[in-house]
């Protein structure tokens, strides 16, 4: 078992700055990829970022390139979505997850255990 809380969401304008954090306990945190996906109203959650277990590659989807950061403090088990420019259509409930596959970082079903996930909303 493992436990995810994500926390850092809220209500920013457009062209502010978000950080997120992912908090996990239960799992050996620094042996497992993480990533971070979004889920706007009515529409399918979406692959936003992910992160190697030592926190040497990254992804990103190609929306938030150039101003979304992800990374990962392993002595704190936390990972961190750093969102710079916000954009009103970044606004979402965002979740951070771990992934099994080691790979297919963009793909919902490679990973398994989610937190609750944090709402962001960007107004303009």
């Known amino acids: 078992q493992v436990q995810l809380v994500e926390s850092g969401g809220g209500l920013v304008q457009a062209g502010g700055s978000l950080r997120l954090s992912c908090a996990a306990s239960g799992r050996t945190f620094s042996r497992y990829d993480m990533g971070w996906f979004r889920q706007a109203p009515g529409k399918e959650r979406q692959f936003v970022a992910a992160?190697?277990?030592?926190?040497?590659?990254?992804y990103y989807t190609d929306s938030v390139k150039g101003r979304f950061t992800i990374s990962r403090d392993n002595a704190k088990n936390t990972v961190y979505l750093q969102m710079d420019s916000l954009k009103p259509e970044d606004t979402a409930v965002y979740y951070c997850a771990t992934n099994f596959l080691g790979s297919d970082y963009d793909v919902r079903a490679s990973y398994d255990y989610w937190g609750q996930g944090t709402q962001v909303t960007v107004s303009s």
């Open positions: 992160i190697t277990w030592s926190g040497g590659r990254t």
